[in-house]
């Protein structure tokens, strides 16, 4: 008897829903993805501005049929206000960029157009583009100062603690 219910037991937590599932993310941290894209091969750019773009576009998950969800989706956006320098966000920035919504699983990342974000844009041949993943990825919404100057500092080579803000 003991072996048939640990047997239905096994049968039914395998049934489960991958939705009963939690997605389990570290903290988002603005000196710990400086510290990752700053490792990175590729080029990175420092922008903290306005992202207008059409949110109908944004990916949803159908419940009926997670297996269906893009695991990323392309948006024309445009980001308006200041590069990083060594001095701080000082250099006008106005451009086209390419937003990548990722999703893992049934879980996507979301973001709100005419909202201010910090976002680490990657440079590469067709123009810059702006990663957001479901576990925050290299923007970050609402910047408050203290955000922007950890930023700041790890740019000019001062502390860039993560979890330090």
């Given at each position: 008897?003991?072996?048939?219910?640990?047997?239905?037991?096994?049968?039914?937590?395998?049934?489960?829903?991958?939705?009963?599932?939690?997605?389990?993310?570290?903290?988002?941290?603005?000196?710990?993805?400086?510290?990752?894209?700053?490792?990175?091969?590729?080029?990175?750019?420092?922008?903290?501005?306005?992202?207008?773009?059409?949110?109908?576009?944004?990916?949803?998950?159908?419940?009926?049929?997670?297996?269906?969800?893009?695991?990323?989706?392309?948006?024309?956006?445009?980001?308006?206000?200041?590069?990083?320098?060594?001095?701080?966000?000082?250099?006008?920035?106005?451009?086209?960029?390419?937003l990548?919504?990722?999703?893992?699983?049934?879980?996507?990342?979301?973001?709100v157009?005419?909202?201010?974000?910090?976002?680490?844009?990657?440079?590469?041949?067709?123009?810059?583009?702006?990663?957001?993943?479901p576990?925050?990825?290299?923007?970050?919404?609402?910047?408050?100062?203290?955000?922007?100057?950890?930023?700041?500092?790890?740019?000019?080579?001062?502390?860039?603690?993560?979890?330090?803000?």
């Amino acid at each position: 008897m003991m072996r048939s219910s640990a047997a239905v037991f096994a049968l039914i937590t395998a049934l489960i829903p991958i939705e009963a599932s939690a997605l389990s993310c570290t903290p988002h941290d603005p000196a710990a993805t400086f510290q990752r894209i700053h490792a990175a091969p590729e080029i990175y750019i420092g922008v903290v501005g306005t992202l207008v773009f059409d949110e109908e576009r944004l990916p949803s998950t159908d419940w009926e049929h997670q297996e269906t969800t893009p695991p990323e989706t392309l948006l024309s956006a445009r980001l308006t206000g200041h590069s990083l320098s060594i001095e701080g966000f000082e250099t006008p920035f106005d451009q086209h960029i390419t937003l990548k919504i990722q999703c893992a699983g049934p879980w996507c990342a979301s973001a709100v157009s005419g909202e201010q974000y910090l976002g680490f844009l990657q440079s590469g041949d067709d123009g810059y583009s702006l990663t957001i993943g479901p576990c925050g990825g290299d923007a970050f919404s609402e910047p408050t100062g203290a955000t922007l100057e950890t930023v700041r500092q790890c740019f000019a080579g001062g502390a860039c603690v993560p979890g330090m803000e």
